[in-house]
T-cell receptor
Framework: SAVISQKPSRDICQRGTSLTIQCQVDSQVTMMFWYRQQPGQSLTLIATANQGSEATYESGFVIDKFPISRPNLTFSTLTVSNMSPEDSSIYLC????????????FGPGTRLTVT | KQEVTQIPAALSVPEGENLVLNCSFTDSAIYNLQWFRQDPGKGLTSLLLIQSSQREQTSGRLNASLDKSSGRSTLYIAASQPGDSATYLCAVRYNFNKFYFGSGTKLNVKP
């Protein structure tokens, strides 16, 4: 299985600021994703992080608000820009292991609170 | 539109009981279905992955079944323990990067 780490594990931020979340995987993976889990809700896919090209965003999510970088096959960042209290969520990165029947693995998540 | 539904939303059982969690999906053209466990404030831990061509998968006290034609999957937990207390999520994969998650079943196993 893949070992995925995220930084920071949690943060409290002021309205209007930005936070960058890092995701590191212990092996090279093709498919990497970013999810949001709002309080008491299930997971919603934000975007697919593509190595060497722009991320692919899901409906309702835009690059200006959630810019994503993927400089190599083991690392990605998600920035939450111009934050508002509605952005308070757990943000999770995940990967698909093609060598393990396309099983999906998740990082431990970043708990973000915006005040 | 693909939808994934989990019933019940919450379940409380005494230790030792066998239990079944349900997951239903509207579109049967799935690639695979995966069951996860999530502890409060944590990420998701993969429990079982069932490919579209499979009927069931087993890991220890857990058994997951898949019936594509009826759009249903069940997660069977045998001899439940307090450590099984968590939220259980099912996720259905339809194509390259389209995953749909259920809202989860919050399980409480009482000592």
């Amino acid at each position: 299985s893949a070992v995925i780490s995220q930084k920071p594990s949690r943060d409290i931020c002021q309205r209007g600021t930005s936070l960058t979340i890092q995701c590191q995987v212990d092996s090279q993976v093709t498919m990497m994703f970013w999810y949001r889990q709002q309080p008491g809700q299930s997971l919603t896919l934000i975007a697919t992080a593509n190595q060497g090209s722009e991320a692919t965003y899901e409906s309702g999510f835009v690059i200006d608000k959630f810019p994503i970088s993927r400089p190599n096959l083991t690392f990605s960042t998600l920035t939450v820009s111009n934050m508002s209290p509605e952005d308070s969520s757990i943000y999770l990165c995940s990967v698909i292991m093609t060598g393990r029947n396309y099983e999906q693995y998740f990082g431990p998540g970043t708990r973000l609170t915006v005040t | 539109k693909q939808e994934v539904t989990q019933i019940p939303a919450a379940l409380s059982v005494p230790e030792g009981e066998n239990l079944v969690l349900n997951c239903s999906f509207t579109d049967s053209a799935i690639y695979n279905l995966q069951w996860f466990r999530q502890d409060p404030g944590k990420g998701l831990t993969s429990l079982l992955l069932i490919q579209s061509s499979q009927r069931e998968q087993t890991s220890g006290r857990l058994n997951a079944s898949l019936d594509k034609s009826s759009g249903r999957s069940t997660l069977y937990i045998a001899a439940s323990q307090p450590g099984d207390s968590a939220t259980y999520l099912c996720a259905v994969r339809y194509n390259f990067n389209k995953f749909y998650f259920g809202s989860g079943t919050k399980l409480n196993v009482k000592p």
